[in-house]
């Protein structure tokens, strides 16, 4: 997978992974790969929610040693 | 200024106020559970999509006095403050959440024993479980104890009571439950019933007809009846020759569910003889103290949940259905969903996994659903 961008959220709670990830977004173009970190259980739920709702695709999520990985493609 | 309300403020107002809320999570969460009541009314918008405004959503809440809530409140906070900012007069925030929302206990006294001592229904209102504290002359028993046994800790030191007895009415499938925890902490005895434990990993004594409990000098006699049918094991007690703990076997608007630890065929028989035989041979003078509630509407003004068994035999849809295939289609068909990591759940009630602090929470989290119908 062509990851654009990495964003870490590792440490930070609801709803700042979020918020970071919709700032980091903003920069990005259409078709375009972020990569979330994230350690705040929440934002499994919150962010496949997120991605519907604001019209982007999560690809693909998957938990590593504790650590969420998100991927978004930018709608 | 934006403010906190803790769950027991939320909880006044859920029984005798009112309060307009705006529920911060996603969809699916809010849809799934979430804060009612009688004077409570609540929208839905996920925090997500109000990061960049809540211009969109102000002419749907009040001028003033809205309470914000999320599952934790980190959000609640941040949509609190843009309300504020936005001009809406005094805006709350649930403190700790859904999370303590669903955590929170509320004492309310029922009634006066025959020879001195009191019992007080603990009613988890953000979950819809009910226990109850029974005391007579300085001890005291606890029956279906929540898993945050703080509260009943608190209310026996301001009340100098010693907890002589942790009761079970059965293995429970909807909440972790703390009377074990309890038990070790002040060292009061263990009763669950013995159907119930075949797989326990600890040492209990056994809740089972003809092993009266008794509190107190004064005799407050807790007399145990086997009904199975929600569990094979399923004990309603009768206190004070007033009172009858019918667990998850009769609630007030419903019937318990024989399939939580997965025998739903196998137990309708029970059940049925349980409530319209064990049951209705009992004085219909007795309140009816269950486990659970399944409507904001069955709390009475106090916030407390009991009807008279007669009343119950009269208007309880579940006492009421006169054909058995009917009955056994009643309770094995078209039921709620099963309660969030059920499973997981019983083995922790049985002692077999145990799970941290955050993970039984987790576990717990959502609505009850023990009932047959929501």
Sequence with gaps: MNVTQTLDTKGLSCPMPIVKTKKAMDTLASGDILEVLATDKGAVNDLSAWSKSSGHELLEHKEEDGVFKFYIQKG | ?374
């Design chain 2, 1 to 374: 200024m934006i403010k906190a309300l803790s769950a027991k403020e939320v909880a006044k107002r859920v029984v005798e106020g009112s309060m307009f809320i705006l529920d911060v999570r996603n969809e699916g969460d809010y849809k799934d559970w979430r804060i009612e009541g009688k004077g409570i009314k609540s929208i839905n918008r996920p925090y997500f999509d109000l990061i960049d405004g809540v211009e969109d959503v102000l002419e749907h809440l009040p001028k003033e006095e809205v309470l914000v809530v999320c599952a934790k409140e980190g959000s609640s906070v941040m949509v609190a403050e843009m309300l504020d900012e936005a001009g809406v007069k005094d805006v709350y925030y649930l403190e700790g959440g859904m999370k303590s929302w669903s955590e929170y206990l509320m004492p309310v006294k029922l009634g006066d024993l025959k020879d001195g001592g009191s019992i007080y229904q603990f009613n988890r209102i953000g979950k819809g479980c009910l226990s109850y504290l029974v005391e007579s002359n300085g001890e005291a028993a606890i029956i279906d104890s929540a898993r945050t046994i703080e509260a009943y800790e608190d209310f026996a030191k301001e009340n100098n009571l010693e907890i002589k007895h942790m009761i079970d009415t059965h293995l429970h499938a909807d909440h972790i439950s703390g009377g074990r925890k309890l038990a070790e902490k002040t060292g009061a005895t263990y009763w669950l019933p013995p159907k119930d434990a075949e797989e326990v990993t600890f040492s209990f004594a056994e809740l089972e007809e003809g092993n009266d409990i008794t509190i107190g000098n004064t005799k407050i006699e807790i007399q145990p009846l086997y009904t199975p049918g929600h569990t094979i094991g399923s004990t309603s007690m009768i206190v004070d020759g007033q009172f009858l703990l019918s667990g998850d076997i009769l609630f007030v608007d419903s019937i318990g569910r024989p399939d939580l630890a997965g025998k739903a065929e196998d137990w309708v028989s029970d059940l049925r003889d349980s409530l319209y035989n064990k049951y209705n041979n009992l004085s219909k003078d007795l309140v009816v103290l269950p486990a659970h509630f399944g409507k904001i509407s069955e709390l009475d003004e106090k916030g407390a949940v009991s009807a008279p068994l007669g009343e119950l035999f009269e208007k309880n849809d579940g006492l009421n259905i006169k054909n058995e295939d009917e009955f056994r289609r009643a309770v094995t068909e078209n039921l709620p969903p099963q309660p969030n990591a059920y499973q997981e759940i019983r083995q922790t009630n049985m002692g077999k996994i145990d799970p941290t602090n955050d993970e039984q929470r987790e576990m717990e989290i959502g609505p009850n659903r023990c009932a047959i119908t929501e």
